[in-house]
């Protein structure tokens, strides 16, 4: 078992009203039973300290539906928890995800007393019309008081943008991107606007009715955005993620380097030990499952070594550092499942590289991430 630090991902299921972050009509409610609520997430991460102590707890991220509405005692009552049964690291990296409207905003120094350290705030855009196209709530005006409100409360801010929105230009991101750098935060996420099947922009591409920029003018967005972030001293350090120096997401981290990671409340999904856990996603499934069993799993898998190797490398190849290989052999007790013949030509041509034992997306391969993955990883 790796000594590194456990990370711990922490779900609040619910929403006060719809909202564009939630799947689950279920999940939205006007009243919680906060109590409940409280006691059923702090047996489950119990049950997780049960099976998987001697680590402290090197990061822990508060996500889900609206976490930014979980009670600051609550936040404070798990943190305190996590403490006790694991301990936290010297520099545990404790971060919520919020939305930027005023009533989250509101909560921001309650929970900053709380224990939370590092908030990711979901701004999307700096432009309100392009906000009412992505289905959000609130206004630029709205986002940026939240992002003050941050800045004051938190010792670290992230937040994201979206971009490659259909009809943008090079000159309208360059200048959104700008401002947002001028913030000053020390990390921002900034992804490419996608079409993924089932949804309300699947509906309209298919229909004539939408159209985002074509692969050439992409790469050109994606081009732009790394030059401009390097030279304001923000490197992407992953495909969509780009940080000062020492700000990087070590939760995040976490996930793309492949190590261990607990998931506690509705619908959290983990791996540890070689096995991944997947909690019950429902909210009243998942309480039903923890008064029976004494936690809210639904399914817990043991891993083979070729299918941890296989997300290692999916998840590692979207790192500027790459993958340490000797590590994703060991996973498998032989060779790493890669297409070897299929590597050696994309390093021939730029897409990929090998520094020493790691194997890494350049630059130049970083845009076409998804289609390199495709080639080369023998699932």
């Not at 590194?4 to 929403?15: G, N, Q, S, T, V």
């Not at 990061?59 to 305190?80: K, R, Y």
Request: with cysteine; proline share 6%.
């Amino acid at each position: 078992m790796s000594a590194d630090p456990l990370a711990l991902y922490i779900h609040w299921p619910f929403c006060v009203s719809k909202c564009p972050y939630c799947d689950f009509n279920s999940h939205v409610r006007d009243a919680v039973d906060q109590d409940r609520w409280r006691a059923a997430l702090l047996a489950d991460l119990a049950h997780e300290a049960g099976v998987a102590a001697g680590r402290p707890i090197g990061s822990i991220f508060f996500g889900g539906g609206t976490p930014s509405l979980m009670p600051p005692d609550t936040v404070a009552a798990l943190i305190e928890a996590a403490d006790r049964h694991w301990g936290l690291a010297p520099d545990c990296e404790i971060t919520l995800e919020a939305n930027p409207s005023s009533v989250e905003a509101a909560r921001f120094a309650d929970l900053a007393a709380a224990g939370v350290n590092r908030v990711s705030l979901g701004l999307q855009s700096l432009d309100d019309a392009a906000l009412a196209f992505l289905g959000r709530a609130h206004s630029v005006r709205e986002g940026l008081a939240a992002l003050d409100t941050a800045q004051a409360a938190f010792a670290r801010v992230s937040f994201d943008l979206i971009y490659a929105r259909p009809g943008q230009s090079m000159a309208e991101w360059e200048a959104e991107l700008g401002r947002a750098i001028g913030f000053g935060t020390g990390h921002l996420s900034l992804y490419q606007l996608t079409i993924e099947p089932g949804t309300r922009f699947a509906t309209l591409a298919a229909k004539g009715e939408l159209t985002i920029p074509d692969a050439d003018d992409a790469a050109d967005l994606f081009e732009l955005t790394r030059a401009m972030t390097e030279a304001a001293g923000l490197p992407a350090y992953e495909v969509s993620n780009h940080a000062r120096p020492g700000e990087e997401s070590r939760h995040n981290l976490t996930y793309w380097r492949y190590r261990d990671y607990l998931g506690v409340g509705p619908g959290a999904h983990g791996r540890r030990g070689g096995h991944a856990t997947f909690r019950r996603k429902k909210p009243e499934n998942w309480l039903d499952a923890l008064a029976r069993n004494g936690h809210g799993i639904e399914a817990e898998d043991a891993l083979p070594g070729h299918e941890q190797a296989v997300e290692a490398l999916l998840m590692g190849l979207r790192l500027r550092e790459g993958v340490d290989m000797p590590r994703i052999a060991a996973l498998t007790g032989g060779e790493p499942p890669l297409r070897g013949e299929r590597v050696d030509l994309l390093i021939d041509q730029g897409l990929l590289a090998r520094d020493g034992d790691r194997l890494r997306t350049t630059d130049t391969g970083m845009p076409v991430l998804e289609a390199i993955l495709r080639e080369i990883v023998a699932v």
